[in-house]
């Protein structure tokens, strides 16, 4: 037998067969014992470590013909020997390297592939030039009913639709040619009888020395479909955000505006451009029930409560003031820390100049004048003097610029100082009714 024939044989034997030079440069190799060159090149460098150096062994003349010993290498045995007829004079090293406790037949070209995919989620496969099943692994076989063992032996067209099977032989065929990896989507149907997507890799593969096709894919269906629900959610807020007609606004943990609506640029007579980047604090007026919004915005970032129902007064780009009720939620599902806020203006008071602020008592009287209380009343119901109670509604009428008490009245109501849905009437302002505006 010559030699091509012989190195043909070790091609499909679990062995290794090495010439190196004196500096164990690698001169010509082979064997099917190593899947690629770089497993190949580590064993060399083990049996560098492992074998004396020629120079050190005894003459050949005087000597056995091979230096045999056995080696452990990545968990496997070989019985490795320096083959005889080694030249002093040229320093070579030639030697074969048997590994011990294998099968004799042929290792599979795809044994680490399968190793490694064998029971990942991902479906693969190896296909010949044939379109025949080489291998499949178990989610490979599931995308069609079945097992590996009844994929392996069968062609494209015994598990797919004719059209199916042509547009992948096509595809095999051009990995074949070009002899790239391709990226590559498929849709197929599922066992309940919906159409799934998968996404993965086709490649070249050198399998019992003919090249193959093996692919690689994930099912991306779940995923698909719950991406789409995102993207009709993000539609239908963009659309709620951009035609409701309600001032809204994105903002991120620190109080930025990230997005707003053009109703919300509009309340504060900015640009939507102008307004996006801007820190929230700047558009409230410093009343004294600012601190506790702090706290509850605090709180909301913190997730102790995930919404916020609180009063406001915004002050826009000509330093007019209105109040407004806000609504706070926060979006996401951290359980530590909330990224960002919607923020939602609803009951608009009217754009006004500021004032001094209302006192409680002053608070109080336009809530009983709208409640339709006479100044008599008044006076009997917060134990004040007539004098004072007619003292506190003119100085009323001259702070929010209403002639008689009707104006006053329903000025206290369009300057947000009363809130518009509550009977008895009340301060617009947090919670008590005494609250100070």
């Known amino acids: 037998m010559d030699d091509s024939r012989l190195k043909a044989l070790l091609e499909h034997l679990p062995v290794f067969w090495w010439e190196a030079d004196e500096a164990w440069q690698v001169l010509e190799q082979g064997g099917g014992a190593f899947g690629d060159t770089g497993t190949a090149r580590r064993f060399l460098g ?101 097992v590996p063992e009844q994929v392996v032996g069968k062609y494209i067209e015994d598990l797919d639709e004719p059209a199916e099977a042509d547009r992948f032989r096509t595809l095999d065929q ?49 995923h698909l479909r719950a991406m789409v629900q995102w993207q009709e959610a993000e539609e239908n807020l963009q659309a709620l955000r951009d035609h409701s007609g309600l001032p809204c606004a994105l903002l991120s943990a620190n109080g930025r505006v990230v997005e707003a609506s053009a109703a919300a640029a509009e309340l504060f ?3 939507p451009h102008d307004l996006v980047g801007r820190r929230a604090h700047t558009l409230l007026a410093p009343e ?18 995930r919404r916020v129902e609180t009063s406001a007064v915004l002050v826009d780009a ?59 009343d008044i006076a009997t119901s917060l134990q004040l003097s007539r004098q004072t109670v007619d003292y506190h509604i003119s100085r009323l009428r001259q702070l929010l610029g209403a002639a008689t008490r009707p104006a006053l009245v329903a000025r206290a109501y369009v300057l947000g100082i009363l809130a518009p849905c509550a009977w008895p009437p009340r301060s617009a302002t947090a919670a008590h009714p005494l609250s100070v505006v």
């Not at 051009?174 to 996404?199: F, K, N």
């Not at 004294?288 to 409560?305: E, K, M, V």
């Not at 530590?336 to 923020?343: D, L």
Request: proline share 5%; net charge positive.
């Open 288 to 305: 004294p029930d600012l601190d506790g919004l702090h706290r509850r915005w605090n709180g909301l970032i913190a997730r102790r409560t």
């Open 46 to 146: 083990r049996l560098r470590r492992e074998l004396p150096d020629p120079g050190q062994l005894p003459d050949p003349d005087h000597a056995p013909l091979e230096d045999r010993r056995q080696i452990r290498f990545d968990g496997r045995t070989f019985d490795v020997s320096r083959l005889p007829g080694e030249s002093r004079a040229h320093s070579r090293t030639r030697g074969l390297a048997v590994e011990v406790g294998t099968r004799t037949e042929a290792p599979s070209g795809h044994a680490a592939f399968a190793d490694l995919v064998d029971l990942a989620p991902a479906a693969a496969f190896i296909r010949d030039g044939d379109g025949r099943y080489l291998w499949a692994n178990h989610a490979y076989g599931h995308l069609y009913g079945t």
């Open 269 to 271: 007579r900015l640009s």
């Open 318 to 376: 000509q330093g007019l003031r209105r109040r407004a009720r806000l609504h706070l939620t926060t979006i996401g599902h951290s359980a530590t820390r909330a990224r960002h806020v919607w923020a939602v203006v609803t009951h608009q008071s009217l754009a006004h100049e500021a004032h001094a602020p209302l006192t409680a008592a002053q608070v109080r009287i336009l809530s009983l004048l709208a409640e339709g209380s006479s100044n008599g």
């Open 174 to 222: 051009e990995i074949l040619s070009r002899g790239t990896p391709v990226r590559h989507t498929l849709g197929y149907r599922r066992q309940d009888g919906s159409a799934g997507r998968a996404v993965g890799h086709r490649f070249p593969v050198r399998e019992n020395a003919q090249t193959c096709v093996a692919g690689i894919y994930v099912d991306v269906t779940d």
